[in-house]
C-alpha cells in the first residue's frame, strides 16, 4: 500500500497535506497523540475517506475493525452479522450460512453463531467483528484501537488471536506494550507521519517527546 503526496480535507479542515507513506510490512502499529491522524488515515486506506488530491495505490482487498464493536454490530444475531455482507453482495443464502460457520468452526468460535449479538462480552463482539471482516475475504486488516472496550484479559486473548491471523494488519493503539511485536511503528503527528521504523526505535522517541 502506497500513499503519494494525499491532501485530505473533511468540513473544509485540512486533515492531510502532501501525505506520502509506503505500508509493506506484515505487521505495522501506528501511534500518536489523540487527533493526530491515525484513524483519518485507516478509513482513508479503508476508502472510507476521499483525497482531495494524491494518489492511494493498493491492490490488496481490505477490512476494517473499529474501536468499538457496538460501532460496527449491526444484527441481532451472530450469523446475522457474518453473513450480511455476503448477502448483500448476491452471495447464495446456503452457501454464505456454511462459510460462516466454516470460519467460524476455524478460529474456535463456532459457540457463538447462535447466540444474540447483545448476549456476547465485549471480547466476544470484537471476535464477531473481526469474523464478520474476514468473511470478506481481506488480505489487509486495519484495526482502530481495538482493544479500547476490553479489559487487561480480553486485550490479552485477543492479541494472540489477531497474531496467528496470517493477513497483513495495520494497528492504531495507544498502548506501546501490544505493538512490541510488530515490524515497525508509524508515529502520527498533525496529519503527517513524524517517523517510521523499526518498534523500538520508534517508540524511544515518541516516549521521549510526550514524556516532554
Not at 466454516?102 to 459457540?111: Q, T, Y
Not at 469474523?131 to 488480505?139: F, G, I, R, T
Not at 482493544?147 to 506501546?176: C, G, W, Y
Request: overall charge negative.
Amino acid at each position: 500500500m502506497i500513499l503519494q503526496n494525499i491532501t485530505l480535507r473533511r468540513n473544509d479542515q485540512l486533515v492531510f497535506q502532501d501525505l506520502s507513506l509506503r505500508l509493506t510490512a506484515h505487521r505495522t502499529g501506528l501511534v500518536g497523540l489523540n487527533g493526530s491522524g491515525k484513524t483519518s488515515l485507516l478509513r482513508l486506506l479503508m476508502g472510507l475517506e476521499e483525497p482531495e488530491q494524491g494518489l492511494l495505490q493498493n491492490e490488496k482487498p481490505v477490512g476494517l475493525v473499529f474501536q468499538s464493536p457496538n460501532q460496527q454490530i449491526l444484527f441481532p444475531t451472530v450469523m446475522e452479522e457474518l453473513c450480511f455482507g455476503q448477502l448483500e453482495r448476491g452471495k447464495e443464502p446456503k452457501q454464505v450460512e456454511a462459510k460462516a460457520k466454516a470460519l467460524a468452526s476455524a478460529h474456535g468460535a463456532e459457540h457463538l453463531l447462535k447466540r444474540s449479538t447483545h448476549e456476547c462480552s465485549e471480547g466476544e463482539k470484537q471476535l464477531v467483528c473481526i469474523l464478520a471482516v474476514l468473511m470478506d475475504e481481506p488480505q489487509v486488516l486495519l484495526f482502530d484501537e481495538p482493544f479500547a472496550s476490553l479489559d487487561a484479559r480480553a486485550t490479552r486473548a485477543m492479541m494472540r488471536f489477531i497474531e496467528k491471523l496470517p493477513q497483513q494488519v495495520v494497528m492504531a493503539s495507544h498502548n506501546l506494550e501490544l505493538l512490541s511485536d510488530f515490524d515497525e511503528l508509524i508515529w502520527m503527528d498533525g496529519g503527517q507521519v513524524r517517523m517510521q521504523g523499526p518498534v523500538q526505535q520508534v517508540r524511544e522517541a515518541f516516549e521521549a517527546f510526550t514524556n516532554g
